[in-house]
């Protein structure tokens, strides 16, 4: 990790299954994080591709309803894919204003949806990607699931960057290979709202002694159109995610945020030598670690339904 790194955590919404219109807004706010001289961003999770909160589908135990069919072609054909025009213009932007970018999206890839994370390098683009390994209740039948070649944390010239997304946060042997790995800045891209989610988050930097950058959307029923089959509420101004960003250091110090109900950017600066202080009595891969009892073993191998 480079001495001092300053970054910026986004707190807003997609423009919902517009992922074009949704890229032009992340542009713009990379603009402006960059303007506080941000040198990382970070984006909620699916926030290319939006998280269709309070939508069922059409899909109660036992059947599926037409409709909810249409929602999910709606929902398909807002996704992204990796070598697509909406993520090149961020591409684009990273460049333009020198900053790493660690965003949510919805990717597509070939029929099915994944709940995925990008790292946008300004200068080399795409280098890296995550796909949630276990997307949470209903989202099951929308995702699929990721494997263990997108476990891989990023190498940047800022610090060794990787992300967790939402519920991920709470398989501790994913943690675990986090930690592994490295990680010194810990980035959850979450849909998770509750007050609850701040002690995760907090004993997540002190149990990794990393940085940790949590990122969640704000998001209204009013962001969605009428025609949305939302069972949470009608009303314009219904809140269906409340945000609740927040910055951590790795003693599991509040650095930035909680902020719920408004849309914001979250700045701070992270400094290596409170990694290195942390380290002073605790590293759960090194030596508060003790591998001749406990160990965790990765299975990286990509998984294919054919192999040719």
Known sequence: MQ???????????????DAGKTALKACLLIEEAAQGEAELVVFPEAFLGTYPKGLTFGSPVGTRLPEGREDFQRYFEG????????????????????VFIVM?????????????????????????????????????????FGDG?????????????????????????LRQTM??????IYCAPTADDRDTWLSSMQHIAMEGRCYVLSACQYLTRGDFGADYNCVLGDSPEHVLMRGGSAILGPLGEIIAGPVFNERTIL??????????????????????????????????????????
Request: glycine residues 8%; aromatic residues 8%; proline residues 5%.
């Open 179 to 184: 930690y592994g790995q490295g990680v010194e």
């Open 104 to 144: 949510g999206i919805i990717e597509r890839d070939g029929s099915t949806l994944y709940c995925s994370v990008v790292f946008i390098d300004p200068k080399a683009g795409i280098v890296g990607k995550r796909r949630k390994l276990m997307p949470t209740g209903s989202e099951r039948l929308i995702w699929g």
């Open 267 to 308: 700045h701070a600066t992270l400094a290596r030598d409170t990694l290195i202080r942390s380290k002073l009595d605790f590293d759960p891969v090194g030596h508060y670690a003790r591998p001749d009892v406990l160990s965790v073993m990765v299975d990286r191998e990509e998984k294919k339904a054919v192999y040719y």
């Open 79 to 98: 996704a992204v894919e990796i070598d697509g025009p909406e993520l090149r213009s961020i591409e684009e932007s990273a460049r333009e204003h020198g």
């Open 3 to 17: 001495d001092n790194v300053k970054v910026a955590v986004i707190q807003d919404s997609s423009v919902p299954f």
């Open 149 to 173: 070649s997108t476990l891989d944390a990023v190498d940047s010239s800022l610090a060794k960057v990787g992300a967790v997304i939402c519920w991920e946060n709470y398989m501790p042997a």
